[in-house]
């Protein structure tokens, strides 16, 4: 049995990369427009602590989780496996 692969998405937080469909910035419009809509919506995960939301990231299961962390970074993070504090 081997051990599922974990991004850490910011804050001691992680999600499971088989489950992540898609990463994108939420300076667009619509991005917004849809973080608005899904405020109060049971699959909304918001994982930036309070902070500016930089990344959305869109799971399996219509899942959809706020991240503080630019999608470059955990693009990199994903790809490398490396993790880098100070970005936080």
């Known amino acids: 049995m ?3 692969s974990i991004l ?6 992680y999600i499971l990369t088989d ?5 994108v910035s939420s300076d667009s419009a619509p ?10 919506s049971p699959n909304l995960v ?3 602590q309070g902070r ?3 990344a959305v990231i869109f799971t399996t299961g219509s899942m959809v989780i706020l991240c503080a962390i630019s999608q470059e970074t955990l693009a990199k993070r994903l790809t ?3 993790y880098d ?3 936080e």
């Open 2 to 4: 081997s051990i599922p």
């Open 8 to 13: 850490n998405i910011g804050f001691y937080n």
């Open 19 to 23: 489950k992540i469909v898609a990463m």
């Open 31 to 40: 991005m917004k427009r849809m973080i608005k809509d899904m405020r109060n």
């Open 46 to 48: 918001d994982a930036t």
């Open 52 to 54: 500016r939301t930089k």
């Open 80 to 82: 490398t496996g490396e």
């Open 85 to 87: 504090e100070d970005e």
